[in-house]
């Protein structure tokens, strides 16, 4: 088989191991798979599931202390496992190239992006006059609009959507006949990483490159990939079309990830997430059986005992259960309804703030990262509040928790009396009535501290709880968020994501509090502990009556869990309503785009509405209108001239736009047209 027939990749029975304490741990238990040329493959499965190590294995790459212990890797029919140490740096260095889900740490922060980008170029033997211009080229290919003026940059000057498009500028010099992406837009806003997996397409379609998608975003891989394969435990235990395997799921595992996602339509005071129960097995532990067998509701003697055989379904499908067709009847881990009782208002809002805004000094420069913003939060609801990165939500959530002074003018109350814009200055009633959930756990918690010591200085601190009183708190905490209380003398290192972000519930719910911010909460998990948080959370509400400030880029999490939704850009409200009516059209022509850059699992996508250019600098925000220069509605003068209010425009619905309600009800029944100006948006399917 020559290069140009054989497959882009193939693993064949891989099996790579960890050596901890003198001891080989299994990792990847023959794993066999293969991706043709000009495919896209993706790879899904929960974090600790083997997913990036074998992504390294197949790069040669891995740590110190992982090995391969046996199985084939070919590339292009080269065989990586008898190549040479420097065969295989000229493999890297020619024929396969990997995206990294943090592109900040692939670039060199003290390289300017033109110098990092020509180095492939001069690695592959151009000269540097050569390796400049072929730069400038391969800028412009990845959407770059001024490719001459980011050269100049450091990546810190950058926004994380052009760093990820300069990360795959890079990754496609050596044009590789396979392309590694690892979780590639994970921590991206829905229209960057919209644009992303639009370039991928795009450039895989014009290069013709083959495509190793790993993600545990199960949405993004159905938009992007032609098959599909699920690992879990490091064995594969589904693999075939992506539309099959997504519309007819039969291993329980794959059944279980689907149902933990928010789909379209469900809503926290109605339905309940299902999750899948229990944990993943610890690193190489003894599995005779099913791997899955501990978490399995269908799971029988002959699932501890044997494992099942890779049965072929048809058509490229296979699932390795001994019950496959009784896959889809997996039974539920949760109840599917919960009808949740509406509170009673008195109609005081527990927050209330008015004319909010905040100007940073930057350089020499204003920077209004928040510009009179006025908004209220009604007892027991959860507010969404959603946007592109610079957008202003985790300015606005600081300012309400004092963490940043606003400008002069601003108020905040809480339950009607003012609250000091400092935290310092304030009462420590109101600093236990205000908590937070931050978005990274591990950087949240102290990590020389045990969760019993973490939790027990946040009931000190906050409501003066000591000795046995304080105990007895400690463990109702630990049960309210569904925390073992075997785990209270572990530290954070030794729990899962999860759990981790179970602590950080706790301790923000240590002092009873009115409001609890959520800043992306759920963001970095996977999908089997993003649903039970979820879940955790709507319980803590309807059980505490506690209030909600939701923040995040993951549009169904915020329809699943909010009342209302609050949209911001660059600093301006454009969007207020219940969360329904927000969803539903018509919508502000910015909410618009971005529900229309969400992928769906189910397959079933809005037109997409691509927004092109950068979002504009808030030290010099645009005339009239802010979203006038990236509007797909654009009408011409008055937007740029006139900026529109915050008019309601529906019972409830607030929105800031020229054009009427109604037009924008009409327009929005059809895709938008090109607008005949310098940056217009454009609407692909």
Same mark, same amino acid.
């Given at each position: 088989m020559t290069a140009a027939t054989a497959p882009a990749l193939e693993l064949d029975d891989l099996n790579v191991a960890y050596t901890v304490r003198g001891i080989d741990r299994p990792v990847l238990r023959g794993v066999t798979l293969s991706i043709a040329q000009g495919e896209s493959y993706g790879l899904v499965g929960e974090s600790g599931c083997g997913k990036s190590t074998a992504a390294f294995a197949l790069m040669r790459y891995l740590p110190r202390n992982g090995k391969i212990q046996s199985g084939s890797i070919r590339i292009a029919g080269q065989e990586l496992m008898s190549m040479s140490e420097d065969g295989v740096r000229n493999l890297r260095a020619t024929q396969v190239s990997m995206v990294y889900q943090n592109p900040g740490a692939a670039l060199n922060p003290s390289i300017h992006i033109g110098d990092q980008v020509a180095e492939v170029f001069e690695i592959a033997g151009g000269s540097g006059a050569q390796a400049r211009e072929r730069t400038h080229e391969i800028l412009g290919k990845v959407q770059i609009s001024d490719p001459a003026r980011v050269m100049r940059r450091y990546p810190h000057q950058l926004s994380g959507g052009m760093q990820q498009r300069v990360v795959i500028a890079m990754a496609l010099a050596k044009d590789p006949a396979l392309l590694i992406l690892d979780e590639p837009t994970t921590g991206l806003d829905a229209t960057v990483e919209a644009e992303v997996l639009d370039l991928v397409a795009l450039l895989r379609g014009e290069f013709g490159t083959s495509v190793f998608f790993i993600s545990h975003n199960l949405a993004v891989i159905r938009r992007m990939c032609e098959r599909v394969g699920v690992l879990y435990a490091g064995r594969l235990v589904e693999e075939g079309q992506a539309e099959t395997v997504f519309t007819d799921p039969r291993h329980p595992y794959t059944?279980?990830?689907?149902?933990?996602?928010?789909?379209?339509?469900?809503?926290?005071?109605?339905?309940?997430?299902?999750?899948?129960?229990?944990?993943?097995?610890?690193?190489?532990?003894?599995?005779?059986?099913?791997?899955?067998?501990?978490?399995?509701?269908?799971?029988?003697?002959?699932?501890?005992?044997? !494992?099942? #055989?890779? /049965?072929? &379904?048809?058509?490229?499908? @296979?699932? =390795?259960?001994?019950?496959?067709?009784? *896959?889809?009847?997996?039974?539920?881990?949760?109840?599917?309804?919960?009808?949740?009782?509406?509170?009673?208002?008195?109609?005081?809002?527990?927050?209330?703030?008015?004319?909010?805004?905040?100007?940073?000094?930057?350089?020499?420069?204003?920077?209004?990262?928040?510009?009179?913003?006025?908004?209220?939060?009604?007892?027991?609801?959860?507010?969404?509040?959603?946007?592109?990165?610079?957008?202003?939500?985790?300015?606005?959530?600081?300012?309400?928790?004092?963490?940043?002074?606003?400008?002069?003018?601003?108020?905040? !109350?809480? #339950?009607? /009396?003012? &609250?000091?814009?400092?935290? @310092?200055? =304030?009462?420590?009633?109101?600093?236990? *009535?205000?908590?937070?959930?931050?978005?990274?756990?591990?950087?949240?918690?102290?990590?020389?501290?045990?969760?019993?010591?973490?939790?027990?200085?946040?009931?000190?601190?906050?409501?003066?709880?000591?000795?046995?009183?304080?105990?007895?708190?400690?463990?109702?905490?630990?049960?309210?968020?569904?925390?073992?209380?075997?785990?209270?003398?572990?530290?954070?290192?030794?729990?899962?994501?999860?759990?981790?972000?179970?602590?950080?519930?706790a301790r923000a719910f240590a002092g009873e509090p009115l409001v609890v911010v959520c800043d992306e909460p759920t963001s970095a998990l996977d999908v089997s502990v993003q649903a039970a948080i979820l879940n955790l959370l709507a319980d803590l509400q309807r059980d505490k009556g506690v209030t909600y400030l939701f923040i995040s880029h993951d549009l169904g999490v915020v329809r699943y869990l909010s009342d209302r939704i609050a949209v911001l850009y660059l600093g301006r409200l454009m969007e207020v309503g219940d969360a329904e009516t927000v969803f539903s059209a018509p919508h502000h022509p910015y909410t618009e785009a971005l529900l229309s850059a969400v992928p769906s699992v189910e397959g079933e996508e809005r037109p997409r509405i691509r927004l092109e250019g950068e979002i504009p600098s808030a030290a010099d925000p645009p005339s009239g209108c802010v979203f006038h220069t990236r509007c797909p509605r654009y009408l011409g003068a008055i937007c740029e001239e006139q900026e529109p209010p915050l008019a309601e425009v529906e019972r409830g619905h607030f929105m800031r736009c020229h054009i009427p309600v109604d037009e924008l009800r009409r327009l929005q029944a059809e895709p938008p047209p090109p607008r005949a100006r310098g940056s217009q948006a454009k609407t692909t399917s």
């Open positions: 059944v279980g990830l689907l149902r933990c996602i928010p789909k379209g339509g469900l809503r926290k005071d109605v339905h309940r997430l299902d999750s899948i129960p229990g944990f993943l097995p610890q690193l190489g532990a003894d599995l005779p059986g099913c791997v899955f067998t501990d978490r399995c509701g269908l799971a029988r003697e002959i699932c501890r005992e044997h !494992e099942p #055989e890779f /049965h072929q &379904l048809g058509g490229g499908h @296979a699932s =390795r259960c001994h019950f496959h067709d009784e *896959a889809q009847t997996l039974p539920r881990t949760t109840p599917s309804h919960t009808e949740v009782p509406k509170r009673e208002s008195n109609g005081v809002p527990v927050v209330k703030a008015e004319h909010m805004a905040k100007t940073f000094h930057q350089e020499g420069h204003d920077v209004r990262a928040l510009d009179d913003l006025s908004i209220e939060i009604r007892p027991g609801e959860t507010l969404g509040l959603v946007g592109e990165s610079g957008s202003g939500k985790t300015t606005f959530a600081r300012l309400l928790l004092g963490l940043t002074e606003p400008d002069q003018g601003s108020i905040v !109350e809480l #339950e009607g /009396h003012p &609250l000091a814009p400092r935290i @310092a200055k =304030r009462s420590s009633d109101d600093v236990r *009535a205000l908590q937070i959930v931050f978005q990274n756990p591990d950087a949240a918690l102290n990590r020389r501290f045990s969760v019993r010591r973490i939790i027990n200085r946040a009931l000190t601190k906050l409501v003066g709880a000591k000795g046995e009183g304080r105990d007895t708190r400690l463990r109702e905490l630990a049960h309210s968020v569904r925390f073992d209380v075997r785990l209270l003398g572990a530290r954070p290192a030794q729990l899962s994501g999860g759990l981790k972000q179970r602590v950080a519930i």
